[in-house]
């Protein structure tokens, strides 16, 4: 069964960090691009960031470069994001996606796309609040 598994949310103060895992299981995470997407209530989902499986190089949304930081361990089938500096409006349900298309790249238009992930988890909640 084809399942990928979020965790790692809660509450941070702003100006905290937060490390968010993605444990896939029922395939292997190596042959997935990945990406990461939140969603606050009332706004669309909208792409964080993600990771190509081909070169493993990093793309980031605008709001969050210089704060956060995407990873993956294929030896322990589980990707990362690392959060840190955060501020409230991070406030968000935080979900993971894996696709095998080649869609993660800082040139690629697919890569924040969310109909080009085919695998979604059930999501953590990020609250940012003092």
């Known amino acids: 069964q084809v399942q990928l598994v979020e965790s790692g949310g809660g509450l941070a103060q702003p100006g905290g960090s937060l490390r968010l895992s993605c444990k896939a299981s029922g395939f292997s995470l190596e042959h997935y691009d990945i990406g990461w997407f939140r969603q606050a209530p009332g706004k669309e989902r909208e792409g964080v960031s993600c990771?190509?499986?081909?070169?493993?190089?990093?793309n980031y949304g605008d709001s969050v470069k210089g704060r956060f930081a995407i990873s993956r361990d294929n030896a322990k089938n589980t990707a990362y994001l690392q959060m840190d500096n955060l501020k409230p409006e991070d406030t968000a349900v935080y979900y993971c996606?894996?696709?095998?298309?080649?869609?993660?790249?800082?040139?690629?238009?697919?890569?924040?796309?969310?109909?080009?992930?085919?695998?979604w988890g059930q999501g953590t909640q990020v609250t940012v609040s003092s």
């Open positions: 990771i190509s499986k081909r070169t493993e190089d990093p």
């Open positions: 996606a894996t696709t095998t298309n080649p869609v993660c790249g800082t040139s690629n238009h697919y890569s924040f796309k969310t109909f080009a992930y085919d695998h």
